[in-house]
């Protein structure tokens, strides 16, 4: 890997842009270094690259005939998860039981089925180092998306995601519906609420409604459990066969941001997290990935990733952003517990 990090090096002295990331279970790591330090932004979807989208705005698209690629090996095994002592943030523990209340409340009074709340942590890290953090999480994370983003005009983003929000390659697609959570303590083998069920259904209901129009073809799975760190999920396999005349554009139109990071209804959901969350997402729970891309065939291929589980850093500061979905019967309490144990996944590389 130290080929790509050497690179990584000279992009950062020369501030450039750059990505570099590790895709679900794969070996290789690769790495896309921008070779200007314009901001390139995809409002279509037409171009080949990589694209950086905010949980509101237009996305930032790194292209691929503007960039140079890399690739190398990865050689280890996973590791154990370690432990991370967490620490009790009475104030901010407060302040997003509120919230959680307060999106109990409006759910009760049916103007949601479900709302997804989250809120912004800050450690303090010293001597960060890039190269390290990044190992550790592709070493502690294999079945995710991990990833380390920089623009010298945006700042320095790393995450690592459990969840898929597109992959295509030619007309074939899938996506998954992935939500509800509990802690993972040695054993897959779990039981699921019905407020972990109700939620992961809601999520699998909404995207298999909403692709109809852009598809001739859909298969779900069942439900099943799925680890991610040290957190387990609920998840549902979609694929299927989108239609001719279905667009890039129009499928990520239609999926983001999906009920498992913003509610039902979307737009009404997307209105209330704006103006009670209290803080910016920027990044988080936005998207990310390659699009109009296949370095193997060159075919199209399109692979997004949900930007969850992630961090900016800055200076001496890593900001955590976690969030928790919301139905009727949550309780403030367990979502705070739901944040907490989301936060370890990138405290654990710190």
């Given at each position: 890997m130290k080929s790509i990090f050497e690179r990584v090096k000279i992009q950062q002295k020369l501030h450039l842009p750059f990505v570099i990331y590790r895709k679900p279970n794969s070996k290789t790591l690769i790495g896309i270094f921008q070779k200007d330090d314009h901001l390139y932004f995809s409002e279509d979807f037409t171009e080949k690259g990589f694209v950086f989208a905010p949980f509101s705005g237009v996305p930032i698209c790194f292209p691929f005939d503007k960039s140079e690629v890399k690739f190398n090996n990865i050689y280890f095994e996973s590791s154990t998860e370690t432990t991370h002592q967490v620490e009790t943030l009475l104030e901010e523990k407060e302040k997003f039981e509120s919230l959680v209340a307060k999106g109990i409340e409006v759910i009760k009074a049916g103007i949601f089925n479900k709302i997804v709340v989250s809120r912004k942590e800050t450690v303090e890290v010293e001597g960060f180092d890039l190269e390290t953090t990044f190992e550790k999480m592709i070493h502690n994370y294999t079945t995710a998306f991990c990833y380390c983003w920089f623009h010298p005009k945006i700042g320095l983003w790393m995450g690592a995601t459990p969840e898929q929000l597109f992959k295509?390659?030619?007309?074939?697609?899938?996506?998954?519906?992935?939500?509800?959570?509990?802690?993972?303590?040695?054993?897959?083998?779990?039981?699921?609420?019905?407020?972990?069920?109700?939620?992961?259904?809601?999520?699998?209901?909404?995207?298999?409604?909403?692709?109809?129009?852009?598809?001739?073809?859909?298969?779900?799975?069942?439900?099943?459990?799925?680890?991610?760190?040290?957190?387990?999920?609920?998840?549902?396999?979609?694929?299927?066969?989108?239609?001719?005349?279905?667009?890039?554009?129009?499928?990520?139109?239609?999926?983001h941001p999906t009920p498992a990071v913003c509610g039902l209804p979307k737009d009404l959901a997307k209105a209330f997290i704006e103006q009670n969350e209290g803080y910016d997402r920027e990044f988080y729970t936005g998207f990310l990935g390659e699009i109009n891309l296949d370095y193997a065939t060159n075919d199209t291929a399109t692979d997004l990733y949900v930007n969850l589980r992630c961090m900016k850093i800055e200076d001496n500061r890593a900001n955590l952003f976690i969030g928790c979905g919301i139905t009727k019967d949550s309780h403030p309490e367990h979502e705070w517990e739901e944040t907490v144990n989301k936060a370890k996944t990138m405290k654990q590389i710190l």
């Open positions: 295509a390659k030619e007309y074939k697609f899938q996506t998954m519906a992935l939500a509800g959570t509990q802690a993972f303590k040695g054993d897959e083998e779990v039981l699921w609420k019905s407020k972990e069920r109700k939620e992961q259904e809601f999520v699998t209901e909404f995207i298999i409604d909403k692709l109809k129009k852009e598809t001739k073809e859909v298969q779900i799975s069942e439900p099943y459990t799925t680890r991610a760190g040290n957190l387990l999920h609920l998840r549902t396999d979609i694929e299927g066969v989108l239609n001719q005349d279905s667009n890039l554009k129009n499928v990520i139109d239609i999926l």
